[in-house]
């Protein structure tokens, strides 16, 4: 990876925290749990996607994983305002 693309997904990142939670469509999900066992910090996207809540977790990346992996697209980022987010 180059330096461009590095800071290219270095901005997206920012800007997914500044402005995205991760947000599920539960009448989409299968449960495979293929979401909740690729994001690094272990939070469990499946579960959520279950109870159809969004990703609030403080601890969460945005790095947009379990985004990219779930195979039913039932994961999306959706815009919050910075200091909207609740707990976990
Ligand atoms: S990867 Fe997608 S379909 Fe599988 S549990 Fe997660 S949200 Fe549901
Ligand atoms: S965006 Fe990244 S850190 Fe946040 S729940 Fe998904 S995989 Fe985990």
Sequence with gaps: MNLNQIF?????????????????????CVQCGIC???????????????????VHSSHCLTCGECVRRCPRGVLRFEKIGLFDGGQS
């Design 8 to 28: 290219r997904q270095d901005a997206t990142r920012r800007q997914a925290l500044a402005s995205g939670q991760v947000v599920p469509d539960s009448s989409r």
């Design 36 to 54: 909740s066992y690729h994001c690094p910090l272990e939070i469990d996207v499946r579960r959520h996607a279950w109870e159809g809540r969004p």
